[in-house]
């Protein structure tokens, strides 16, 4: 379980997070849709330790950071590292003893060539690959599906309800609401630095539909 | 014209604006920048047949931010062909013309000149489609405890492989001062490994407490590091053993202007160095060269070790 209790966070006069409370409970896959600009990689930073803020993150695991297995929506590789390489270095870095990564390559990317040769879609693959392999308690994936091709949104899809069926948490952001509404039991809208909506399965259409007309109603108004 | 000028403009902005994240105002930093590439070596020019050579060579080495990959794709996108030709020789002319000037006083006229065309070669040269070589990743020794060492090594192999050359060549000239310069550089090289600024997830994913983080960068940086000179410090011992002290203590100085950098890093993560880390780092580097301050990096070494402690606590 993580609870977010009154989370708050400014960057300088501009309020991202207000006063945001909420439970992820476990066992379950959240997912957190917004305008672009509505907080929500900010917030998975806050829940994470990257970003400080005011209010609390509470856990039953602590420290909570060493128990989260994230995913940026901005990945940074160094040029001259190897997949493998990557894999490793993230698995020494949580402690995780991992055997024999290259029979663990589900998908299926050259881990033995540089990284620079990746393509962004591979680069995605190679750091959820990193991550999954730590078999952590959270995920918290930003934008898991950006550059992914059809194949491999359907790998990930399948991981991330095997990764509840494990009884793992998982919360997630995504542009494509079906990849939310084919995962998740619940999805949160971030709007002016707080969860405005959230619902759960039976409501997702419903949710859709405000979304859509709110988006697509005001930009009809201003053509005119 | 006004496409020309409007991007030097833009490229004088930019560079005013990195004087400024060294922590220099940017009129103090082209002052210190004409210093040093100018007046000093204009001064201190050593009467060495290769120092034009090394001067030359670090005129063309400060064109390489210009060189990037990204950057000369960016900029192709931007200009015609001929524009971006232009542009780019310009700019590469503009960068060596300092030391072409210094050359020229001290009447190393091929040299000055040959530093010229190359700076417009290179500008043609990135002008042709380059195919991109896949070539396969460089095994290294270091890829178990990553990732300073792993990336720096594959970087800088040729230079180490070149300073081995070097203490070779000392110990068959009879040279003791070569070799531990050599084997010094070797350690400075190392240094460099260290420059790049990771982004803060690469701290953050340590399930490490600040203290251990440090720790184990400290112990891979200089166990790696010994891996690096182990061999030049056999030979020489083997050649000069007379000097072995003098060696030891160089490789001791190196180890812990190593451990300095990394430490300052930290201090510092995830902003980059700045004006003061600099001339910190310059100071330790030269001071075994001044006996009175050779052991300035010890007490040194203990109080940025704090401070980086107590930077990491946001990540850690």
Redesign the interface.
């Known amino acids: 379980m993580i609870q977010l209790v009154e989370i708050s966070k400014s960057f300088g006069s501009h309020v991202v997070l207000d006063r945001l409370s909420f439970t992820f409970e476990n066992n379950k896959v959240y997912g957190i849709v917004g305008k672009n600009g509505s907080g929500k990689t900010t917030l998975f930073r806050c829940m994470t330790g990257l970003e400080s803020c005011k209010g609390e993150v509470v856990s039953e695991h602590q420290p909570l950071k060493n128990h989260i297995g994230y995913l940026p929506t901005e990945l940074f590789f160094f040029k001259l590292m190897t997949g493998l390489e990557y894999v490793r270095f993230v698995c020494h870095a949580r402690n995780k003893k991992i055997e024999n990564i290259a029979g663990k390559n589900f998908f299926n990317l050259p881990l033995n060539d540089y990284i620079s040769t990746y393509s962004t879609g591979m680069k995605k693959k190679l750091a959820l690959f990193a991550i999954l392999l730590q078999d952590l308690p959270y995920y918290i994936f930003d934008e898991p599906f950006n550059g992914i091709d059809l194949q491999s949104s359907e790998l990930v899809l399948g991981l991330i309800k095997a990764l509840r069926q494990k009884g793992k948490t998982v919360i997630m952001s995504s542009h494509i609401y079906t990849t939310l509404t084919q995962t998740c039991d619940e999805i949160c809208l971030l709007d002016e630095g707080c969860f405005k909506q959230h619902v759960l399965k039976a409501d997702f259409d419903t949710l859709e539909q405000s979304m859509h007309q709110e988006i697509v109603g005001n930009a009809m108004d201003l053509l005119g | 014209m006004e496409r020309y000028k409007h991007y030097f403009s833009w490229q004088f902005k930019l560079f005013s604006r990195s004087i400024r994240q060294f922590g220099l105002p940017p009129a103090a930093g082209y002052v210190v920048l004409a210093f040093v590439v100018i007046v000093l070596p204009a001064l201190l020019w050593p009467q060495k047949a290769y120092f034009p050579w090394i001067y030359a060579a670090v005129g063309l080495l400060a064109t390489k931010p210009l060189h990037s990959n990204g950057r000369i794709e960016f900029l192709k996108t931007c200009y015609s062909k001929r524009d971006f030709l232009f542009l780019h020789a310009t700019e590469n002319v503009m960068f060596v013309l300092p030391f072409s000037f210094v050359l020229l006083i001290h009447k190393q006229f091929l040299l000055a000149l040959g530093l010229l065309v190359i700076a417009i070669l290179v500008a043609y040269a990135a002008c042709l489609n380059r195919k991109k070589l896949?070539l396969?990743?460089?095994p290294t020794p270091f890829?178990k405890?990553?990732?300073e060492f792993?990336?720096g090594f594959?970087?800088s192999f040729p230079l180490v492989l070149f300073l081995y050359y070097v203490v070779l060549m000392a110990i068959v000239h009879d040279n003791f001062n070569l070799g531990i310069v050599a084997v010094y550089a070797i350690i400075i090289t190392c240094m460099g490994y260290y420059s790049?600024m990771?982004?803060?997830?690469?701290v953050?994913?340590?399930?490490?407490s600040p203290k251990r983080f440090l720790f184990q960068k400290l112990k891979t940086a200089i166990l790696q590091a010994f891996a690096l000179v182990v061999v030049p410090i056999v030979a020489l011992s083997a050649f000069f053993s007379e000097f072995i002290w003098i060696l030891l203590l160089a490789v001791l100085t190196g180890f812990l202007n190593l451990s300095i950098v990394i430490l300052l890093k930290y201090k510092e993560f995830p902003k980059p160095f700045h004006i003061g880390d600099g001339l910190l780092l310059a100071a330790c580097v030269i001071c075994p060269i001044y006996p009175p301050f050779v052991l300035l990096p010890i007490p040194l070494t203990f109080y940025l070790f704090g401070k980086a402690k107590q930077n990491l606590n946001?990540?850690l």
């Open positions: 896949n396969p990743a460089l890829s405890r990553l990732f792993a990336l594959r970087v790049a990771e982004p803060d997830y690469y953050w994913l340590h399930n490490a946001n990540y």
